[in-house]
């Protein structure tokens, strides 16, 4: 026979949330929120580029 007991309950429980903690997770930092911060990174990164482009030639004669 099976016996489930308080800590069996519990482990799976933890389980449970460890997996659902995840996912939520992964759908939050791959989803729609993920794309704009990615083009607002790409947007910052360019003017990053930019930026330095003007004061290597600024420096270079």
Do not use: C, W
């Amino acid at each position: 026979m099976l016996e489930i007991t308080f800590v069996d309950i519990h482990f799976i429980a933890k389980d449970l949330l460890l997996v659902t903690n995840f996912i939520i997770s992964n759908l939050f930092y791959n989803g729609i929120p993920a794309k704009k911060q990615n083009k607002q990174n790409k947007k910052q990164n360019k003017q990053k580029m930019s930026d330095n482009d003007s004061t290597i030639r600024a420096i270079t004669p």
